[in-house]
């Protein structure tokens, strides 16, 4: 976790995000926004793979910093997730970005 | 007699998980010649989602499962069998539906059905047994 550009929190999760990762993002996404920080990037170009657990964690990180008034957005992610995302249908909800900048071009 | 590659790994949970399925997929690529990236992440994919599955509502009681998982590659198809312990018929893979957007969970079987060609599922000798099938794509 680092702080990115326009007081964005960049989370960057790596390796394989399964049910064995999934809950850490999750409790990564609630400690940010319980300290107060409510935009939130999650880098993912050091993640290899996702599966539904891991897009689980994200929606429920989405829905933590929208309730809170912020927003959740990803960024960096491979040919892999971006099959399940667009499988999935959540791109239309994690639109992925190249780059955490990009992702909070308008911030 | 086409040719084809045959490998198994058997696990116990716990200690095995789905990052042993994953390893024993990272160990199995290097020798699928020609499988392309598009076939490699989907039997990738549906193989951790239906791990995932089978070890999250197979193991009703707790006490561990042990499974079986086979994949078979010919130049037409890869299929993989898995085998586990648990208990029978809990698992519905057919007419799985994609749920709503703000959905945390109840994905998986959906995206399985998204990603292969064939889903079986039957009960032999006190196993239940799942096989997948992935036609192959032409080209890299």
């Known amino acids: 976790m680092e702080d990115g550009p326009g007081g964005v929190v960049v989370l960057k999760p790596e390796g394989r995000l399964n049910m064995v990762a999934a809950p ?12 107060g920080r409510t935009k939130i990037a999650v880098d993912l170009r ?15 990180g989405l829905k933590t910093a929208r309730q809170a008034g912020g927003d959740l957005r990803i960024a960096g992610a ?6 399940v995302l667009s499988l999935t249908n959540l791109e239309r909800v994690l639109t992925p970005y190249d780059t955490v900048e990009n992702a909070y071009g308008d911030a | 007699m086409p040719e084809q590659l045959r490998r198994t790994v058997h ?17 199995l690529w290097p020798e699928a010649h020609g499988v392309s990236d598009v076939d490699r992440i989907s039997v990738e994919t549906a193989l951790i989602e239906l791990a995932a599955n089978v070890m999250q509502h197979a193991d009703t009681d707790g006490a561990g499962l042990a499974c079986e998982f086979t994949i078979v590659v010919t130049d037409e198809a ?8 648990g208990e029978p018929g809990e698992i519905q893979l057919v007419g799985a539906e994609m749920p709503e957007l703000d959905a ?5 079987l959906a995206l399985i059905t998204a990603l292969v060609d064939h889903v079986a599922y039957s009960q032999e000798g006190g196993h239940n047994i799942w096989r997948l099938t992935r036609a192959r794509t032409t080209g890299a």
Not at chain 1, 26 to 35: F, L
Not at chain 1, 46 to 60: C, T
Not at chain 2, 78 to 85: A, G, K, L, N, Y
Not at chain 2, 104 to 108: A, D, I, V
């Open chain 1, 24 to 35: 850490a993002v999750r409790e990564a996404v609630a400690s940010i926004v319980e300290g």
């Open chain 2, 11 to 27: 696990l116990t949970t716990p200690p095995g998980d789905v990052n042993t399925v994953h390893d024993f997929l990272a160990e």
């Open chain 1, 46 to 60: 050091a993640v290899e793979f996702i599966d539904s657990s891991g897009l689980g964690a994200l929606i429920s």
């Open chain 2, 78 to 85: 890869i299929d993989m069998t898995v085998r586990d312990t």
């Open chain 2, 104 to 108: 945390e969970s109840g994905r998986g």
């Open chain 1, 78 to 83: 491979n040919d892999q997730v971006r099959l």
